[in-house]
């Protein structure tokens, strides 16, 4: 057996359980809870006039129904104030967020009017049916345009829909643009979709009246954030709260949002009610009372010269941020610095406007504004090719941002609020990378021979640089148990990325033990109280970091105490497979289990093993007192890690399209992903998500959208309208990597789990241009919509 773990392709160990049916979701819990049902705004923009729960009280098994007022009733009136703006920003002029139950207006289709508890759910659902809810409509506002125009307003005292307006500018972009040789401007549209994790939110609450303590289990990526505000919302010391996240079937993004109304109803009705409650989400309730994502129009101009180097960049975009801003505005934020991608712009310029609409809120979705971004630049890129006739991958490579420019300064502000700096990576290399998997020089005279017989084939090019790992930070337990075994604790959530497998493997290889003796818990704040959550793809920097520190210092302090044992300098010892020995030398040392048990001086021996700590055993110093002044009992330790800055991985996709002459079905024929995420913690799970990143963007590029009609009612809130990919329309996946590992790190590491989605949109709406011949400005496509634009530009055949 070998200690080796950090870089080895291990199998999650979480699958077995995970693909067996033996995963703890949140309703595998709470059996016999009372259970809630909501009554939801049918309309997009109403004022509600009266609620009459007349009918409701005869069905048999209700227990309760509350609306607005009735928060507002409450003792602690802060169960009704309005959820936390979590993220504010100087630039968020006119931020509004949801209550818990809609106070006086309804502002989207879906957003909770009353909640109804009753002895089961089937009991609640047919109360809530017979609850009627008089409103009155007021004009919707649906999509950018209606929302600029501001003849109506989404919020009275907002008079112009604008919530945010935000300019970042390097040089004089304008200047740059009118003195280039060439300029060309484009109109992008990139529609709204959502994130659709296989399980929904739900929420199952506990309160022991005698304690006075509460413990909530909630489906969502940040336990110990929502643990802190369930403090401040029902007004109870943060010590009588846990918040445990159990098995959490996909996030992608949507369950960061904290608290959501039903986090903060769902409690406030067990105290209330002095009883257990929960709530689960059924399907159309996720595609209406949660949040969505993507949805912006954009302007590019851009200035370049005859060799396509960028001189200026100038974008402007409108971001549709639904009817309220609970996460601020980083989505645009990131579209605004991750367009960038890895190119030097020259001056560069952008501005952006977040809207309100009268329709579901827009909050981070995996890739969360960088798909966008890279739709705007890769687009841009495509389009300077076009009009010089130049190779669309040379005119990339012209524009790169060098190895030996790293780190780069783009000297703007990223969503961290630090510096936008890149802290490592090597374009060029990436570029011949994926040149070479995709067979990109000699794929003229493939597509030539193509169209020789009739077909329609092209190949698409994507570039990106997605800032991961943002702060502020993140922390870890570490112990050593009598037995051996490693117990690793860290308040960072999982949702199936093999959180356990990557933190156990960073474990094991600190402390020099094997793997399958490394114990981890995620996203319970009895293990771990501090924590931020699971986005962005942070969880291998913040917490894979916070891990190695912390093991770190239990290393060391069991080789001192081992050191002591043995009489030998701490320094030249080492730990191999559960051995503490002389370097080099095998035979004579200690287990590492021995060395957890001195750690703690014992008067009581309870086993044998614990008779080498007692008193009389003979291994004490007896010049010393049994726990130094500033040490402690105990083979553990707890570690934070906090960067200065975010790290920057990227990656380059390229993929062989096929459209057919007469139906317009879109065929992907191959699909190749370089990849660098600076060091590889377990190669084997980055290739997992790049997979299901690549899946979510093939759903996004050529499936999935939200769409609306313009009263601002949902079309296809099911999954009969709204298409995602099965397998049979995720392609094979070719990949090869690239590491260039961050200096900002004691691993070298960068996140990995969002890469796969974000240039999708870009890539196919580039590899569709060069079959069509025609450049594509919107997506998703669907075969209908390439069909409207062969007729529009005269291809059809």
């Known amino acids: 057996m070998v200690t080796r773990a950090f870089g080895v392709p291990m199998t999650r160990r979480e699958d077995p359980r995970l693909v067996s049916g033996n995963g703890r979701y949140l309703d595998d819990l709470g059996e016999g809870a009372l259970a809630v049902a909501f009554v939801r705004s049918p309309h997009a923009h109403a004022r509600i006039l009266d609620v009459d729960v007349t009918e409701a009280l005869d069905v048999e098994g209700l227990v309760a129904i509350y609306t607005y007022e009735d928060l507002a009733d409450d003792p602690n009136p802060r169960v009704s104030e309005p959820l936390p703006l979590l993220i504010p920003h100087p ?452 917490s894979g970091n916070a891990v190695a520190l912390t093991a770190r210092k239990v290393r060391a302090k069991a080789l001192r105490i081992a050191g002591d044992a043995l009489e030998v300098d701490p320094k030249d010892l080492e730990i191999v497979d559960g051995m503490v020995q002389v370097k080099g030398v095998p035979d004579g040392g200690i287990p590492l289990r021995t060395v957890a048990v001195l750690s703690n001086p014992l008067r009581y021996a309870f086993d044998e093993e614990a008779k080498r700590a007692t008193q009389f055993a003979g291994t004490a110093d007896l010049n010393k007192p049994p726990i130094d002044e500033d040490d402690e009992p105990g083979l553990e330790a707890t570690d934070y890690y906090s960067p200065i800055r975010s790290t920057f991985a990227s990656g380059m996709h390229a993929a062989v399209v096929e459209t057919d002459p007469e139906t317009a079905e879109i065929k992907i024929l191959r699909y190749c992903v370089v990849h660098d995420c600076g060091t590889l913690i377990n190669p084997r799970i980055v290739e997992g998500q790049i997979h299901g990143g690549v899946a979510q963007g093939v759903g996004g590029a050529l499936y999935e959208r939200i769409v609306y009609d313009e009263n601002g009612q949902p079309q296809n809130a099911s999954y009969m309208d709204f298409l995602i990919p099965y397998a049979s329309e995720v392609p094979t996946i070719e990949t090869d990597h690239l590491e260039t590992p961050s200096p900002l790190n004691p691993l070298g590491v960068k996140g990995a789990g969002e890469a796969g989605v974000i240039p999708s949109a870009a890539l196919f709406a580039s590899a569709i241009s060069d079959a069509e011949g025609f450049f594509i400005t919107r997506m998703p496509i669907s075969p209908s919509e390439l069909w409207a634009l062969r007729e529009l530009e005269g291809t059809k055949k």
């Open 91 to 542: 630039a968020l002029h006119a931020p509004r967020v949801n209550t818990p139950l809609a106070n006086g207006v309804a502002r989207h289709v879906g957003e909770a009017v009353v909640m109804v508890v009753a002895t089961d759910r089937y009991i609640a659902e047919d109360a809530a049916e017979r609850i009627v809810v008089e409103y009155e409509t007021l004009p919707a506002v649906v999509g950018i345009p209606a929302a600029r125009d501001a003849v109506h307003q989404v919020h009275a005292d907002v008079l112009d829909n604008v919530s945010a307006h935000l300019v970042q500018e390097v040089g004089d972009a304008p200047a740059a643009i009118a003195a280039a040789p060439h300029t060309l401007s484009l109109d992008l549209d990139i529609e709204r979709s959502a994130s659709m994790p296989m399980e929904g939110k739900g929420v199952y609450a506990r309160w022991d009246s005698d304690d006075r303590s509460l413990r909530v289990y909630t489906s969502t990526q940040a336990s110990t954030s929502v643990r802190f505000a369930l403090a401040a919302k029902l007004d109870l010391p943060v010590d009588r709260i846990d918040v445990i996240a159990p098995d959490v079937g996909g996030g992608f993004g949507v369950k960061i949002v904290h608290p959501w109304p039903e986090e903060v109803l769902i409690p406030w009705a067990a105290v209330k009610l002095n009883r257990e409650v929960k709530w689960v989400e059924d399907r159309r309730e996720h595609f209406i009372s949660s949040t969505h994502e993507r949805g912006q129009l954009q302007k590019v101009t851009v200035g370049f010269d005859d060799e396509g180097h960028v001189l200026g960049l100038d974008v402007e975009f409108w971001h549709d941020n639904g009817a309220y801003t609970p996460y601020g505005i980083i989505v645009p934020i990131v579209t605004s610095t991750q367009l960038l991608g890895p190119y030097k712009p020259g001056a560069y310029r952008v501005e952006f406007r977040s809207m309100y609409t009268n329709t579901v809120t827009v909050t981070p979705y995996r890739g969360a504004g960088r798909p966008q971004g890279v739709f705007a630049m890769e687009r841009t890129m495509d389009a300077i090719a076009a009009y010089l006739g130049l190779d669309r991958a040379l005119v990339r490579s012209r524009n790169f941002i060098q190895p030996e420019d790293m780190p780069y300064d783009h000297h703007l502000t990223f969503q961290d609020g630090r510096p936008l700096i890149y802290d490592s990576g090597d374009y060029p290399t990436s570029l011949e990378k994926i040149k070479a998997l995709v067979g990109w020089d000699s794929f003229v005279a493939l597509r030539d021979s193509a169209r020789a017989e009739g077909r329609r084939v092209g190949i698409g090019l994507a570039c990106y640089v997605e800032g991961t790992g943002p702060g502020p930070y993140e922390g870890a337990f570490v112990r050593v148990e009598t037995t051996g075994k490693v117990v690793v604790a860290t308040g960072l959530t999982t949702q199936g990325q093999g959180h356990e497998t990557v933190f156990a493997q960073i474990a094991a290889e600190e402390l020099g033990v094997p793997v399958d003796d490394v114990s981890v818990t995620t996203g319970d704040t009895r293990r771990f109280k501090y924590a931020v959550g699971t986005f962005a793809s942070r969880a291998a920097v913040m």
